[in-house]
């Protein structure tokens, strides 16, 4: 018998009522009601799942196979069998005379698996398997972080040739969200005329950045002379967590940010450009983000109330207030692409709105030279995309060269592999999602020769289209493209794009794109204005050797502004200290051989930990570049001054002893050299202990981020000092994977 028997779904599995039952409970490690499915359990609760399967059904011979898949949710990064002490340890007991074995791991869809070795598993018999068992010292599991719909299948491979049985229907239960928020967000637009009425978007969100659903209670705002605004609005259940205000307006010009609280929360919204006649306006949404149609993780393989195409479209409007949005199947299970791809149709023109909202198609093309998300203009007479393992040729056959579609560079799964297949052009590049900045790839792709837009975008897989950036358990490199044992924490949802358009249609939005008047943040709505004369950021401008370059910028930032980089070729050109303000404003004039490259963008941070980029302008130069004398690279500051970003490390320091116990526990502490508290960080995804160290042999500058707020504290590596994507991750991932594993 193989160690890991053949997949129990969907491949080889035919719907069955075998006699099995399947009682599944999970008990809080911190008290508190055991929660016995189909009943709710609370996200990022921690604690034990107990599954227990008895057999009604007929005498199990050796070779025999139970297998628990599960759908739309997650239970462990990885489980383990080897050591009590460690999380998400996992456990098998039985009053059975059979020899069963347990199998739990990365390498399957199914939860978890038991093989009759020898003997016979009778009718009558049982077995109970612990997911998180604590009894060893361990700190058990958690409930998965977002709300969802799941399910649970049992199904029984009777003879051991991998045909599977099921074993009644499907566990159908529900994750909830906390009941506690943790944080109060305020919406408005980025840019507004004099007058001019909009909605206001105002949620209260859980420790995960979940809406608090079933909150009621009184929003209060700090309305000033805003009369359009109410001093107050009270949220019911029918709510759901987010009240749109209605009819709001700014009678002045400037720039303004609302107030609001909710009991001990508080809140400011972002800014809100109030201006006379407003010629251009900053629109965002989400451009790499997914609903149903998951074949490959059956993380959205269900189309739950929550997954389905028009839902994620009805989510991007009202909970994440978008103009635009552009949800996408995953995977598309090739024998259900036309279902699928054609649920995303129907749902961009239930949602298409013009001036209010604008929806567009894509789906994810996973080609062995890196995934791509491919996003259309238009979505009425799309025909069907080609399966989504076909090879880049097949993909740039269908789409490169079309001016209706976009092949957007991302970096999720599989980031682009130009050493395999470099396309003539890659015209939209994240350089932030979901798992982590990355402005690495967007330098790999300047050097290459590329003039993308940039863009940042979720990947969003199971949590909430338009909900705040939050710690995500299971998100981040480590663990999966760096070696670990387990995978890092990332930020889920929030990464978000800004499209500077003159007006909210469809055209508008896809001539901008174009053009490449675009910003990427990690989540933060900050308005960023980068200028070379009239040119702004995204155009090309030809200059001479003896052109003075006179470069404008301005920021209108969500929280103090902590640092501003001028990025020119591969150099840092000029750093600003902006001194907490949140609206900044300067001009840098140089002459034309002061400034390397032939690109110039914008790399702003805020003090709560978002980071923000333009799209570049680039230089078209008569001659060669000059070279930099004196200039720092554009990654320098990212693990080169360390002294310069040092914060109160003894408010860190009571952290450090739980810290070095989990990586002597989960990972090997031994390479994790001069480990150093650097001090207590209040971001806005939440309150961590920030720690650095000098990892592996090589000595590698490393941050590490302790959110100790949670039950299971979350973890987060990033090479570097600063988290906004210094290091390549195309080569250095795989080099320390040989080296190390």
Known sequence: MPDHPVRAYPQHYTPGDLAFSLDVRFEPAEGGAVVHLPQSPIAGTRGTWVLTVHNDHADLAAGAVVCITRFDCQFSFQFQTDRPDRRDYASLESDSGADLRLLIGRES???????????????????????????????????????????????????????????????????????????????????TAVGETFDLHVGLFDRNGNPCEDFTGDVEFACGDIKSLPARVVLTAEDAGVKVIEGVSLTSTGVFRLQASCGTLTSTSNPILVESAPSMRQYWGDVHAHGWGDSTMHLMHLRSDRLDPAARHAQARHLGRFDFCCPASMSMDPARREETFGAYRDACAQHDEPGRYVPFLAYEAHPKAGDRQVIFRDYREEPIPPPMRDPMERVIECYGERDDVLLQVHIGGDPPHWDIHRPAR??????????????????????LGYEPGVCAASDLHLGWMGGPRSVETFRGRFGQKYPMRQRDSAYGTGPVTAIQAPELTRDSLWTAIEARHTVGTSGARMILALHLGNAQAGDSVAIGARDQLDMHFRVHACAPLARIDVIAGVHRLHTYDPQERLDWEATLSLPATEVPGRWVYLRVEQADGEWGWTSPIYLERDKIPPAAEGLPAWN???????????????????????????????????????????????????????????????RLPMTIRWFFEFEIPKIRFDFGWRDYGAMPENQLGPELMTRYE
């Open 636 to 698: 320098d500051c990212a693990c080169g001054e360390s002294e310069e970003v040092a914060l109160e490390g003894d408010s860190a320091a009571v952290h450090l002893a739980e810290l070095r116990s989990y990586l002597e526990r989960e990972e090997q502490i031994d390479r994790f050299n001069d480990l150093t508290p650097a001090g207590i960080l209040h971001l806005a995804v939440g309150n961590c202990a920030q720690f650095r160290c000098r990892w592996g042999e090589q």
């Open 426 to 447: 890659e015209r939209f590049l994240e350089v932030c999602s979901g798992f982590g900045c990355a402005e690495w790839l967007l330098q790999e792709a300047l050097q």
């Open 109 to 191: 869809v199914g939860l978890c698996t038991i093989v009759v070795d020898a003997g016979c598993l009778c009718r009558g018999d049982g077995f109970v398997i612990r997911l998180g068992d604590t009894r060893g010292g361990g700190c058990g599991s958690e409930v998965f972080w977002s709300v969802t719909a799941g399910q649970l299948l049992l199904a029984v491979d009777i003879s051991g040739d991998g045909d599977f049985v099921g074993a009644g229907k499907p566990l159908a239960f529900r994750v909830t969200h906390h009941p506690q928020p943790t944080l109060l967000r305020v919406l408005g637009p980025s840019i």
